[in-house]
């Protein structure tokens, strides 16, 4: 079974940038789509960033411009490099590989 495990996470100030890696057992090409989603307390989970296979991606429009989501097919891994971060993008980050979840890991933008 395929193992996500996630990592960049922390805390940053207002302004300032982080990059999620999610990296997998296996070839991350094997599935479509992947995504980021993020869990703020109280929150439901929504989707962040998702890619399909390169062919196109979507962002949340609140984060649209900001955050990237990318793929190193030889590293397996899963990236989402989050700049201009604010206080609302405060929450616990998941990424989803067709349907298998990581673990989270916390981002916190605070002065």
């Known amino acids: 079974q395929v193992q996500l495990v996630e990592s960049g996470g922390g805390l940053v100030q207002p302004g300032g940038s982080l990059r999620l890696s999610c990296a997998a057992s296996?070839?991350?090409?094997?599935?479509?789509?992947v995504g980021w989603y993020r869990q703020a307390p109280g929150k439901e989970r929504e989707v962040v960033a998702r890619d399909f296979l390169g062919a196109y991606t979507n962002y949340a429009d609140s984060v649209k411009g900001r955050f990237t989501i990318s793929r190193d097919s030889a590293k397996n891994t899963l990236y989402l490099q989050m700049n201009s971060l604010k206080p609302q993008d405060t929450a616990v980050y998941y990424c989803?590989?067709?349907?298998?979840w990581g673990q989270g890991i916390q981002v916190t933008v605070s002065s």
């Open positions: 989803n590989l067709a349907g298998l």
């Open positions: 296996g070839n991350i090409f094997r599935f479509n789509p």
